[in-house]
Every structure is written in C-alpha cells, then in structure tokens.
C-alpha cells in the first residue's frame, strides 16, 4: 500500500550522555545552516544556526559543526535532558531571505 | 521575544471547500512564507512574500492556493477549494533584513 508517512529515524541516549544528530545537505551553494527542534503539535523551533564561513559554532548545550567538504552538518546536543526529546531538523538556504529546504528529520528519545 | 501568530490552531474543513489561515508576522519583519507538513513528513516550502508580491514559489503551491497581506499585520493563505492531500500543518514565517527566520505554531488542516 501507499506510504501515507515517513517513518523518521530514531536516536535513543540515556539521560545525561551527549547526542550527536547528523544531516547531510543537498547544495554546494548554500550559505546558511540551521537546526530545529519540533515538538509534537508544534512549529519549528530555532535552535542553533551556522553560516558556511565557519566550521563550528557553540551555543548553550548545543554545538553545531559544519563540514562543506562532504556537505555535512551535525548538532552535537551536551548532557542531553528528557526534555531535549523531538524531532530534529537541518535546513539549508543559498542566501538571506531565501526558502528554507529542510532535511527528512530524526526522532531523538531520551530514555531516564 | 517576538513571535509569529497563527489562527486558527485548528481548521476542519469539507473537500471543495475554501479556507483562510492566518498568520501575523513579527512587526519589523519583512519577508513571509508558508511552509507545509504532512502528518510525518519534513517540512515543504510554499511561498514566500515580499513587498507585496510572490518572490518565489514550490510545485506545491498551484492555481489553488493565493497569499494576501491585507493590512499591515496579517499573512493569510488561502486555499480555494481543498483536497483530502492538502491535509497538513501549515506554518507561517518571517524574516527580517538578515536571517532570523521565525515559525509560528501552526494550523492544522484537516479536510474531510
């Protein structure tokens, strides 16, 4: 039968381990990189961006780390906390005010 | 913190009927977009708006669907006559001059 939904992909840690989310981009050209979290019933919510001129950007608990190379992208998320637990997104843009093009998106579980 | 405000949280509506979303951006933002996302799904551009007129659009977004900025708050997306598929969330988003994409919460659509 037809797939009504994608099944995302899962990451499981245990309570107080780091996370690492990784997403690989589509276009050589883009220039702006962000992370969402989405909990359930919600929108997209910012959580750490990087412009392709850098390879690492550190926010609280969260590090981003940007590979261009092999157009790579990764959220590294610290001492990961139940509620760090939703669906985690990367996009990409070619430029500022651009549509945004977002990736399939993994589940992140966190288990006490 | 500013944010983009969507109404109605939930909408069911009958195939071939039209709706409205609404959505009312971040005041000194000036680019607007409708995203999408089927139950399950990653997020798909729509549209996006700026001085008034369409600066880009998806596949997605045919004959169907109009965006309007009324006045100088609101963002509706209308759809004039709905199908089973166009059974999603709809998210709203703003922009200012440089980055800083903002989503709302989203409105479900549901078509029956």
């Known amino acids: 039968g037809e797939n009504v939904g994608l099944h995302l992909p899962t990451l499981s840690v245990q309570e107080g381990d780091n996370s690492i989310i990784n997403c690989a981009y589509s276009?050589?050209?883009?220039?702006?990189f962000i992370w969402y979290k989405q909990e359930s019933g919600k929108g997209p919510q910012f959580i750490i961006d990087?412009?392709?001129?850098?390879d690492k950007r550190q926010g609280q608990r969260v590090t981003v780390l940007l590979n261009k190379t092999v157009k790579h992208l990764s959220l590294q998320i610290a001492a990961t906390q139940p509620g760090d637990s939703a669906v985690y997104f990367c996009a990409e843009l070619p430029g500022a005010n651009s549509k945004l093009t977002f990736g399939k998106g993994i589940t992140l579980s966190v288990r006490p | 913190e500013p944010e983009v405000t969507q109404t109605p949280s939930h909408q069911v509506t009958q195939m071939g009927q039209e709706v409205i979303l609404r959505c009312v951006p971040i005041?000194?933002?000036?680019?607007f977009y409708w995203y999408r996302q089927i139950l399950g799904q990653k997020v798909e551009f729509l549209v996006s708006f700026y001085n008034n007129e369409i600066s880009e659009k998806s596949e997605i977004f045919d004959d169907q669907f109009s965006v309007e900025r009324p006045d100088g708050s609101n963002f509706t997306l209308k759809i004039r006559s709905t199908k089973l598929e166009d059974s999603a969330m709809y998210f709203c988003?703003?922009?200012?001059?440089?980055?800083?994409?903002?989503f709302g919460s989203g409105t479900r659509l549901t078509v029956v």
């Open positions: 005041s000194n933002h000036l680019y």
């Open positions: 988003a703003s922009s200012g001059m440089f980055y800083g994409y903002t």
């Open positions: 276009n050589s050209a883009s220039d702006y």
């Open positions: 990087i412009r392709s001129n850098m």
